[in-house]
């Protein structure tokens, strides 16, 4: 089997609230974090003074994308990090208001979550020559500089390859009536949607199927909501047997409505099957509602980013885009832990299958990220794009 590859007081500042990892303030996660952390991260982290995560929307504990960053960093680095988390709708301003606060923290390397920091880094990494950023999600295009600043790493990964597993895995287990969450029509996301789409139809091509269908919309935030429940009662309710949860903490009113009506659910970014097991033992689900999760490395990477700086490398790094998928190693795919594969007939063989044919160049996914250039899909499989 393949490994996981995810390593699974507060202050106001303008319109921002700042968490101190290992303040006396801080949430319980960011404590039990950093206590764990703390004696093994001191000597890995003894050429970084500090390592401040900053977010872009959502919350440090949505069990997926911030939730993992946080984890790589202070796993990595004990009590010398600090996350800052901005209220909603958030602007340019606040995040530049975020990355100041961490540079005066006293900060050396910022790792910066989301693509909505381009902006942001833009002005940063002129503002602060010294202090490194690690950018996830983030490509030269969202910055908008001729090149990526020389005092930043961008981190972006394939998602359209594990939406592309996590389809084509869903479909060939015998699921005709999908459905595709996401959060907000970010390129991440859509990646993972399109991928997502791409892998239904080519399973459904290959079992020789024409009825498969795929609603799909955006919720337009990453966290649930009743009106989010309410469309995904409607989706339950009328069709779809699977939903693919893409979007930070969004999955909340997909697994609420799913319970209501025996459905599933399909994970985003680690791998989320703990979330229901511990559904079902606190009685809040009445089965667990996850088949599995399209994952990509994020602790990985953003270890890897920091390994590099430790070694006093930086200069490999600095000013490049680290693209991670298949080709580059395990950056992307589904759990393979036998508690989290809860398929009904797709099988590990098949699983790995066409996870090489991936690796090798033999399926190629489209990567698009535009949410106005929908992907090319044959007539085995019928997608509905709502508003």
Request: charged share 20%; proline share 2%.
């Amino acid at each position: 089997n393949r490994r996981s590859f995810l390593a699974a007081a507060g202050l106001t500042v303008a319109a921002l609230a700042l968490t101190a990892c290992g303040g006396s303030a801080s949430s319980t996660a960011s404590s039990t974090a950093s206590s764990a952390a703390s004696e093994a991260g001191s000597e890995a982290a003894s050429k970084i003074t500090k390592v401040a995560l900053t977010c872009d929307t959502g919350t440090i504990d949505d069990e997926s994308f911030n939730q993992a960053c946080w984890t790589a960093v202070s796993g990595y680095m004990g009590d010398d990090c600090q996350y800052y988390i901005p209220e909603a709708d958030a602007s340019d301003e606040d995040r530049e208001t975020m990355i100041r606060q961490a540079v005066n923290d006293g900060a050396d390397v910022i790792v910066c979550v989301g693509y909505l920091y381009g902006a942001s880094l833009a002005w940063a990494a002129d503002q602060y020559p010294d202090v490194k950023f690690i950018a996830i999600d983030v490509t030269q295009g969202d910055i908008g500089t001729d090149a990526i600043p020389a005092n930043c790493y961008c981190i972006t990964f394939k998602e359209e390859q594990a939406g592309y597993l996590a389809g084509y895995a869903i479909t060939k287990d015998g699921k005709t009536k999908l459905g595709f969450l996401g959060g907000m029509a970010v390129p991440a996301v859509i990646r993972y949607g399109y991928g997502f789409v791409q892998g239904a139809d080519a399973a459904a091509a290959d079992m020789g199927l024409t009825d498969v269908k795929v609603n799909y919309v955006y919720g337009g935030k990453f966290s649930g909501d009743a009106d989010i429940t309410d469309v995904m009662d409607t989706w339950y309710a009328g069709g779809p047997q699977v939903v693919f949860a893409c979007g930070g903490g969004i999955w909340t009113s997909a697994a609420e409505a799913a319970d209501k009506h025996d459905g599933k659910l399909i994970g985003v970014d680690v791998d989320q099957n703990y979330l229901g097991v511990e559904g079902v033992e606190s009685g809040k689900y009445k089965e667990n509602p996850f088949v599995t999760s399209a994952m990509k490395g994020l602790g990985a990477a953003v270890k890897n980013g920091l390994d590099t700086v430790n070694a006093g490398d930086w200069s490999t790094i600095a000013g490049t885009n680290g693209n991670f998928g298949l080709e580059e190693g395990d950056y992307v795919g589904l759990p393979t832990d036998e508690a989290s594969w809860n398929f009904s007939t797709f099988t590990m063989d098949e699983y790995n299958t066409v996870l090489e044919k991936i690796r090798n160049g033999e399926i190629k996914v489209d990567n698009t990220s535009d949410d106005a250039t929908k992907p090319t899909t044959s007539s085995n499989i019928t997608v509905d794009y709502q508003v």
